[in-house]
């Protein structure tokens, strides 16, 4: 009989490891299949993700030069085009007389820059007046519609000339830029 159970043993312990075995193999196959499975889910997604970036730095950049667009528009729109230096010089005439300031453009240096789509012009001034007038004349010379830059600026009290003694003086460098068209 012990013999027969050693058997009995055997036979169970058998198929049970028979039935047992293929699960084992199909488990080990079957993770190994969902592992990869799972990997490629997992790279996917990261592609996605950096084309999600991708997409969205492209819209930025939409955006991006868009308002750079708008900005040239509106700078293009206050530089003077060519040949039309003498409405700034109008304008600061005017100016001059708006504010009691008395006016002198000593001279002109026109700088040819024929390679550059911009170029510019300086205008060499001199204003008097009193205090208050002549710091109007500068904010609203400040303030033109056309794109200039003040330079060599200084201020003073002196003699303007004959006529207008002990008065605030003025004296400064304009550059005003202009398209070449």
Do not use: C, W
């Not at 293009?76 to 007389?97: C, D, M, P, Y």
């Amino acid at each position: 009989m012990n013999q027969a159970r050693k058997k009995a043993y055997l036979y169970v312990g058998a198929f049970i490891a028979l039935l047992f075995a293929p699960l084992y193999f199909g488990e080990s196959y079957f993770s190994g299949e969902i592992r990869k499975a799972s990997d490629n889910i997992v790279n996917a997604k990261k592609e996605m993700n950096q084309i999600n970036i991708k997409n969205g730095q492209l819209s930025d950049s939409r955006v991006r030069y868009q308002e750079i667009k708008g900005k040239i528009d509106e700078a293009s729109e206050v530089v003077i085009n060519k040949g039309e230096i003498v409405g700034f010089i109008t304008e600061l005439e005017h100016s001059a007389k708006s504010n009691n300031v008395k006016l002198e453009k000593k001279s002109i240096n026109k700088e040819d820059v024929s390679s550059s789509y911009i170029g510019y012009s300086f205008f060499s001034v001199k204003a008097g007046g009193n205090f208050d007038d002549v710091m109007q004349f500068l904010y609203s010379l400040e303030n033109f519609p056309y794109y200039i830059n003040i330079e060599n600026i200084k201020m003073s009290y002196g003699d303007f000339d004959e006529y207008s003694r002990g008065i605030v003086i003025l004296d400064l460098t304009v550059k005003v830029y202009q398209k070449e068209k």
